[in-house]
């Protein structure tokens, strides 16, 4: 049993930059792929960015390219977002995930899921 927390959400201007973290129980945290996952009102969940359990080989959607970076801490369970030049259409609830490879874009493997972290972006 693996349980996630989140943490770091909050209200940004656009442009501004936030940093989540997600801190996971237990001794087997470096098996799972760690993931993030966004949904806003209204919309249906999407795959934001996910990393493999050495941490060496990310994936970022398309829309994130060149804005969020994923990386992990395996010494500290924790799995971080860097968001920077945030935009407005990022606003979302974001939800760390584990998985036990790559996560689909649904999310429909995924193992685990934390309770989520609300990110809002003014213009």
């Known amino acids: 049993q693996v349980q996630l927390v989140e943490s770091g959400g909050g209200l940004v201007q656009a442009g501004g930059s936030l940093r989540l973290s997600c801190a996971a129980s237990?001794?087997?945290?470096?098996?799972?792929?760690m993931a993030w996952f966004r949904q806003a009102p209204g919309k249906e969940r999407q795959f934001v960015a996910a990393?493999?359990?050495?941490?060496?080989?990310?994936s970022n959607a398309q829309s994130v390219k060149g804005r969020f970076t994923i990386s992990r801490d395996n010494a500290k369970n924790t799995s971080y977002l860097q968001m920077n030049d945030l935009k407005p259409e990022d606003t979302a609830v974001y939800y760390c995930?584990?998985?036990?490879?790559?996560?689909?874009?649904?999310?429909?493997?995924?193992?685990?899921w934390g309770q989520g972290t609300q990110v809002s972006v003014s213009s």
């Open positions: 237990g001794r087997t945290f470096r098996s799972y792929f």
């Open positions: 995930a584990a998985s036990n490879g790559w996560p689909t874009g649904t999310g429909a493997n995924v193992n685990y």
């Open positions: 990393i493999n359990s050495g941490g060496s080989t990310t």
